[in-house]
């Protein structure tokens, strides 16, 4: 598992660039920083206190990022955000300081829904909410908007909660805004006729 963890990270070294990796290194130390929290470092799977073949290492997303996809989001879903897989905490900050009015964080791991916890009361962000579960198993609420997976999971997780969104879709005949980030699964999107595959993925009520 640990080596997995690493290829994935120096794939992404390797894509990105030396020289824009040092660029995010410093951009995520200052937002920490400036906060006084702690989302930076990576948290390996063998290190958190579960073993699970269906998830990742814990990274942090970059700042610049975030915000340049959340440029691109209509007034309509600026409203309940939904982190799958929300780590340290990192996306809920930047969501709430962003400008989304109800935020919610699906964590499975212990360890890292305690940190992000933690992140989250030093800020005093009281309408974050934090919750440590399966994503599988998180009912979403009925005024669900924006949901953002950063390749939290593997792809068989990711296709039962992809399942899961999309009963709700039918059920309640609602439009959502589905963020995939750094989509290594975009086939099990395609095999849900979810055609467009990039950092914004909306589903309308015709699906």
Do not use: W
């Not at 599988?136 to 899961?164: C, E, H, M, W």
């Amino acid at each position: 598992m640990i080596t997995r963890d690493i290829k994935r990270y120096l794939k992404k070294l390797f894509n990105i660039g030396f020289l824009n990796t040092i660029r995010q290194v410093y951009n995520n130390k200052r937002f920490d920083k400036v906060r006084e929290i702690d989302t930076m470092s990576v948290v390996y799977n063998n290190r958190m206190d579960y073993f699970n073949k269906d998830s990742y290492m814990y990274m942090t997303i970059e700042e610049n990022l975030f915000l340049a996809i959340c440029q691109k989001i209509g007034s309509e879903f600026k409203t309940h955000f939904i982190d799958y897989g929300s780590g340290k905490g990192k996306v809920l900050i930047m969501a709430k300081e962003f400008g989304f009015k109800q935020v919610v964080g699906i964590e499975l791991s212990e360890f890292l829904f305690k940190v992000s916890k933690n992140n989250v009361n030093k800020l005093n962000y009281s309408d974050i909410t934090v919750l440590n579960k399966d994503a599988r198993l998180y009912d979403l609420p009925i005024n669900a908007k924006t949901l953002f997976l950063y390749n939290p999971f593997s792809g068989v997780v990711l296709d039962a909660v992809l399942s899961q969104i999309l009963d709700y879709h039918k059920i309640h005949n609602q439009k959502l805004l589905l963020i995939y980030v750094n989509p290594m699964y975009s086939e099990i999107f395609e095999a849900r006729k979810i055609k467009k595959i990039d950092e914004l993925t909306y589903l309308d009520n015709k699906a």
